[in-house]
Each structure stands twice: as structure tokens, then as C-alpha cells.
């Protein structure tokens, strides 16, 4: 079959700019081959080159004792002592999501746990983060559906605990949804497995399943906004198998130990050819393929296809020749393909062969670490007006409305849809803040947890890229874990547009601030970009994954509230309420500017809560809904009731950042006051635990009249 003649639509149908066309033209100096034009499509596109995003990634801080490896492999490297290490990374499927809702997810969570297994580790636990437009659009129940039982049936095949996340549903969502997946491994910090080649002449030998025609040209779908052809992208979505993926990363990992294993990429986006040049590239080196030898379930296919593939369940490896008998016999032995494909080169160059034809040969930097880099137009998001008077409302009214609200209902109707017990290491179950899995074998565990608030960003995105940071430090030390590093899933709209290229800008500059205050260094990534439909953006949504670490399961604050204990707020309140959940769940409104975060203080609360675990019962922090929020959320933990003594609204329900809720005996409350006033942070009893009714601002209702309708309240999200 003929190629297709290049002329400016085809160009233009590959996510090519006319200048970056141009370009191309004057780097290879000829007129590319239609394999060529999917190549450099395919390497140049936002989701693989970051062009738009990469001068500002840089600005992150990355370094510190903890990172063993930062940003720029398949995945973050963190040390948690012991000689182990904690391997992690967030990715989004936003687009395929949203185009096929079942296998966009499901491959979503394939494709991030192989970023963990490939370089070494053994997934240990997964967390999403979802983002849905407004639960009466005719789209979103067939997209909640879909995308949690995408992610459940293929992590429960695998076999990894899904344990913490979070979802959320805003209108600005309704024509794309965000699919953040999470996946955090285990790993010899002397045994992680890095993508550069090295060696002249070494095999490139292609590991797993078949390479069909699924997912041709997803790298660069993932890189456009939508608009009424939707439906004609469906076949740029992959199909995944878990199955074959649990096989594959036992081959991996056993393969590893043989030693056979120079370096391994993971083929996600833009398959073939992006893990062929990311390994090349790294490595200093050319690679020469024969697409002749990459093992195919089509028939017929073209070197376009089997370049472009995102088929699943696939890696590349750079093989030890001297042990390729080793290494092939345990693919066997897994009933998974293994088939040279091609060697390392000395030269500058990525050629591909298909029998004895020259397919693509062009200069392999050129498509890497040399791609387009943007310096984007941007203008500041400007200051949020002043916050209208909010008017008097019941505090249980408010409280129902709230706790009834999909946003803020129990999410139990996901997760008990993952299986967050596999592997007999979950210490604590989703739904009650961030996620805790123990190191297998010792008496350390790891923690997780997922955190922004895309309003917040959206109104002040400096300050809503700290409170990220921010909430997930306090979520982490609620538990009484340790936070180490961050993982970020940059989801913005169209970087071409300079307020969005402003919110980026703005969110980064707030990222930056508060991981490097709060001693929580970026370790890996991805930036999704061009989230809108018919040139509506989604809110800007950077979320953030965070590890802590608990030395000893002793350190664990994993109680529950019981009557008789006194209620306390480590922090202080002002009763903020711009861009606050009562706003946008009881008076269906977003003004005012988002809360001001106080890194210093975010720091000294943290450490005072950590330091003084041993007197703290149950922990919250203070986030969405405020006090009043939490402590409904933690009286219903543990089935007691709370009295509040606040009367005023903005106390209840405001939001103001660096606080905890905090419940104990009477006696240890008292101590937690000295121990506050000696080093200066600011603690007051709020109420106590008692009954069985909460008691709020004058009004009151049954426990379990409140329980019931937060229960019920994601009904309409997927029913």
C-alpha cells in the first residue's frame, strides 16, 4: 500500500504546527516520509515533548537526601531507609477516557504501574484522582460508570490495592474528563533500572504482547481539545489486559535478577518509537530497528502502524547479549514475546527497516532532548474581587447540603469497588484520608494521599498550587506519616491561550513555594494540556500525589473519636470563605479569592501534630467544609456524636489553611495545650464527642439521620 502524500492537511492532521512543519524540513533536509511525519508527530506532541511546559517544570525543586532518582525516568525514586526504596508516579488518561470510558481508564492504570515495575519495584499500592462534569449532564454517568470499572477491573486483575483518591464533579468538566492514575512500588534501593542505553551493538529486544493496531496515534489525540468529531477518536483509544500485565511484570522483575537487563523502557505513549528514542537519547546513542521482527497480531501492518502502536502490556530492553538464552527463556517460561528488534548504533540516528526497505532515518537527538521548547505568552490570572456578603444560613441546613453533595458524599460506592486488601499489607481502607500500606516484612509503612482544589486555583492559582502541596503535607501528617516527595498530573486547557498559560504559570510558582518549604521535593510528573471542548477549559487542576513514610506502625494516629473526647483545632481560625465549598454546594457560588497559605506555619503545625502523636486520638485536617465538615466526617468514623461550641457561620465553614482537628481524653488535651504554648502554635478546644446527635451553631440532628444522607448522597453521580 502507498503512503499518503504529505501536503498541509495531513501535516495538520498530525498535530503539527506549519512552522514546526518548517522546522522539520530543515533537519532532515528533504520532504519526510509519511513513517517520518508519525514519528516526529508523535515525539513532538505536548504529551511527550512537554514543549509548552518544560521551561517552567524546570523551576521545581526536585533535589533532596531523600531522591534517589528525580524527574526524567519512568518514574521518581525516593529512599525510606533500611537500603529500600519507594518508587512512584501520577499520570493522566484524560483524553481516551473521555472518548471510551472503560479501557481509557483501565489502561490508565496499566500504563502507570508499568512506569513503576519497569524500573524495578513491585507495585505496592494505586490511587486516582476523577474529575467529572456536573451529575445532571447526560455524559457523566456513563463516564463515573465506566472509568470506576475501568479502574477496578483492571487493578484487581493485577492485583495492586487501590487505596485513597478522590472525586469531584464542576460543570467546567462536562466535556472532559480528568483520569489521574497513581502507582507507587517497592524496590532494593541498590536494584532500580534505569531507560538509558549504553553499549555500540547491543540487541533492543521487545518484550510482552503482540503489537496490534490499537491506540495508533493516541500520543498526539492526547495533545488536541475536543470538538463534534469525539467519536471518531474511539479507535485511538488502547485495550488493555491485566492479566498479560501481571505476567509481564514477573517476567520483568525475574528477568531483572538475571542480569541480562542494561536498560527497559516502558512503551506507552507513542510506543515504539518513543520508548526506542527516550532509550537511545538518554543513552547518547543511535538505534537501528527491523520492524520485520516485532511480533504482530494484524495482519499487513505498516511501519506507520507498528511505529505509532500504543498497544498495551509491552516494554523495550537494552539486552547483555552473553545472556540471552537466560533472558529469552523466561519469556517463554511466561508465554510473553521476546524478539530482537533491532541494536544500539553509534551514530546519531533513528533508522527503521521493514524488510529491505528504509522507513524512517533521521537524526535520533533531534527528536528528544532537542524538540521544540515554547516560551508561551502568559498574563497573570487577575486578583479575585472582593468576597460579597455571604448570607446567614442554618449550620445543619449548610452541613446536610454539604455532606450530601456528590462532591462531598461518602465515595464508598467507588471504592468498594477496588480491591484495596490484595496482598494482605493495607493498614487502613480508603474513605478515611490517606491511604497506608505496610512495608512487607517490617514494621514501616508507606502512606498515600492525592490532593487539589481546583477552585481555589482557578480564583488565585499561586495560592491554590501551594494549598495543594499544602493538603497533601496535612493529609499525610494526619496519619502521622512523614511527608517525603510529590508527584504532579498538570492538568490545564489550551497553553496557546495566555490565561491559561498564566494559570500554569501561577500554579507552578505556588507548587514550587510549597514543596520546597515543606521539604516535599517533585520527584515525577505529567502535564496534560489542551483539556477543553469547543474551547471551554476544564479548571486548572494540578494534582498532586504524595509519599510519607511511618518508621514504626506505632507512629500510626489510626484511632477514632469516642464520646467523652474533647474536640480541639491545631491552627488558627479566620473564618475565610472565599471560594469555599459552602459557597459552591448552598449558594451555588465561586467568588472571593482562595485562602492564603502560610507555608511557615503549614511547617510548624505539621511538626507539632507528628511530634505529639502519642497524645492524639484521631486526626483530621481542615480542608473542604471546614470544621463543621470535619467533624462530621470524624463523629461518624466513630459513631459518636459532636457539639460544637461555634456559632458563626464563617467559624463552621470556613476554610483557612494549615489546620487539624484533633480528639483526645481530657488529660491529653491539657498536655497538648502546654506543649503548644511552649513552642508557639496556636491550639483551642472547639467541643466534645458526645451522643448521638451533632450539634452545630444552635441546630441540631440525629447522627444517623446525617450519616444516611452522606451515604446516599453519590447516588445520582452513577445511578
Known amino acids: ?75 521518581g525514586v525516593i529512599d525510606i531507609g533500611d537500603g529500600q526504596a519507594v518508587i512512584f508516579k501520577m499520570e493522566s488518561h484524560n483524553h481516551p477516557s473521555y472518548i471510551e470510558p472503560y479501557q481509557g481508564a483501565a489502561t490508565g492504570v496499566g500504563g502507570i504501574l508499568r512506569d513503576v515495575f519497569t524500573m524495578g519495584a513491585r507495585p505496592i499500592a494505586a490511587m486516582n484522582s476523577l474529575s467529572f462534569g456536573e451529575t445532571s449532564h447526560p455524559k457523566t454517568r ?67 504482547a503482540k503489537t496490534g493496531r490499537d491506540g495508533v496515534g493516541g ?186 453533595s456528590p462532591n462531598y458524599a461518602s465515595k464508598h460506592w467507588v471504592y468498594e469497588q477496588y480491591d484495596h486488601m490484595v496482598m494482605a499489607d493495607t493498614v487502613r481502607a480508603p474513605g478515611l484520608g490517606a491511604g497506608i500500606v505496610r512495608v512487607h516484612g517490617t514494621d514501616k509503612a508507606v502512606a498515600f494521599t492525592s490532593d487539589v482544589t481546583p477552585r481555589y486555583v482557578k480564583a488565585n492559582p499561586i495560592e491554590g498550587g501551594k494549598q495543594a502541596v499544602a493538603e497533601a503535607y496535612r493529609n499525610l501528617t494526619a496519619v502521622g506519616a512523614k511527608p517525603l516527595a510529590t508527584t504532579d498530573n498538570l492538568n490545564f486547557g489550551n497553553p496557546e491561550k495566555p490565561e491559561i498559560m498564566g494559570q500554569f504559570v501561577g500554579a507552578i510558582k505556588g507548587i514550587g513555594a510549597a514543596v520546597a518549604a515543606l521539604d516535599m521535593p517533585i520527584v515525577s510528573g505529567n502535564v496534560s494540556l489542551y483539556n477543553e471542548t469547543d474551547g471551554q477549559a476544564i479548571l486548572p487542576t494540578p494534582t498532586i500525589g504524595a509519599v510519607g513514610l511511618l518508621d514504626s506502625l506505632d507512629d500510626l494516629i489510626g484511632g477514632v473519636a469516642r464520646d467523652g473526647h474533647v474536640a480541639m483545632v491545631v491552627g488558627a481560625t479566620e473564618g475565610h470563605l472565599g471560594q469555599s465549598a459552602l459557597l459552591a454546594e448552598v449558594f451555588n457560588r465561586e467568588d472571593g479569592d482562595a485562602p492564603h497559605v502560610d507555608l511557615d506555619v503549614e511547617a510548624k503545625n505539621g511538626e507539632f501534630i507528628r511530634a505529639n502523636r502519642a497524645l492524639i486520638k484521631a486526626c483530621s485536617d481542615l480542608s473542604d467544609g471546614g470544621l463543621a465538615v470535619a467533624a462530621f466526617e470524624m463523629a461518624q468514623a466513630g459513631g459518636v456524636g459532636v457539639t460544637l461550641d461555634a456559632t458563626e457561620t464563617a467559624t463552621l465553614f470556613g476554610e483557612d489553611q494549615a489546620r487539624y482537628l484533633v480528639a483526645c481524653n481530657f488529660d491529653e488535651a491539657e498536655a497538648l495545650m502546654v506543649e503548644a504554648g511552649r513552642v508557639g502554635v496556636h491550639i483551642e478546644t472547639v467541643g466534645r464527642f458526645t451522643g448521638d446527635a451533632v450539634r452545630i451553631g444552635g441546630s441540631e440532628a440525629p447522627l444517623i439521620e446525617l450519616e444516611e444522607a452522606w451515604r446516599t448522597g453519590f447516588d445520582s453521580a452513577h445511578r
Not at 483509544?237 to 509481564?248: H, I, M
Request: with cysteine.
Open 1 to 75: 500500500m502507498d503512503d499518503p502524500k504529505i501536503n498541509d492537511e495531513l501535516i495538520a492532521a498530525h498535530g503539527l504546527k506549519p512552522e514546526e512543519y518548517e522546522m522539520i524540513l530543515e533537519i532532515i533536509g528533504r520532504e519526510p516520509t509519511f513513517t517520518e511525519l508519525g514519528i516526529f508527530s508523535a515525539m513532538w506532541n505536548e504529551h511527550c515533548s512537554y514543549k509548552s511546559s518544560k521551561k517552567w517544570l524546570r523551576t521545581l525543586p526536585t533535589e533532596g537526601p531523600q531522591v534517589i532518582c528525580g524527574p526524567g525516568e519512568n518514574a
Open 142 to 208: 456513563q463516564l463515573v460508570n465506566g472509568v470506576v470499572e475501568g479502574i477496578g477491573g483492571y487493578g484487581n486483575c493485577f492485583g495492586v490495592p487501590n487505596v485513597g483518591g478522590e472525586v469531584r464533579f464542576h460543570p467546567a468538566y462536562n466535556g472532559n474528563c480528568l483520569v489521574n492514575a497513581f502507582a507507587a512500588g517497592l524496590a532494593d534501593a541498590d536494584k532500580i533500572f534505569y531507560s538509558a542505553a549504553s553499549g555500540v551493538g547491543m540487541p533492543v529486544v521487545y518484550l510482552g
Open 219 to 404: 500520543a498526539t489525540m492526547a495533545s488536541a481539545e475536543f470538538d463534534d468529531t469525539i467519536e471518531e477518536k474511539r479507535p485511538t483509544v488502547q485495550v488493555g489486559d491485566p492479566f498479560t500485565e501481571k505476567r509481564l511484570m514477573e517476567a520483568t522483575l525475574e528477568l531483572m535478577a538475571t542480569g541480562a537487563v542494561i536498560s527497559i523502557q516502558d512503551m506507552g505513549a507513542a510506543g515504539l518509537t518513543c520508548s526506542a528514542v527516550e532509550m537511545g537519547d538518554k543513552g547518547g546513542l543511535g538505534v537501528k530497528l527491523q520492524l520485520n521482527d516485532v511480533p504482530q497480531r494484524e495482519e499487513n501492518m505498516t511501519a506507520y502502524e507498528m511505529m505509532l502502536s500504543e498497544s498495551q502490556e509491552r516494554m523495550l530492553m537494552v539486552l547483555n547479549p552473553e545472556l540471552e538464552d537466560e533472558a529469552r527463556a523466561v519469556f517463554v517460561k511466561w508465554d510473553l514475546d521476546f524478539a530482537i528488534v533491532g541494536e544500539t548504533i553509534e551514530e546519531d540516528r533513528f533508522l527503521i527497516m521493514h524488510g529491505n526497505d528504509i522507513k524512517a532515518d533521521l537524526p535520533l537527538s533531534k527528536l528528544a532532548s532537542t524538540a521544540p521548547e515554547y516560551d508561551r505568552p502568559w498574563v497573570e490570572t487577575p486578583a479575585a474581587e472582593e468576597l460579597a456578603e455571604v448570607p446567614a444560613v442554618d449550620a445543619i441546613d449548610a452541613l446536610r447540603a454539604l455532606v450530601t
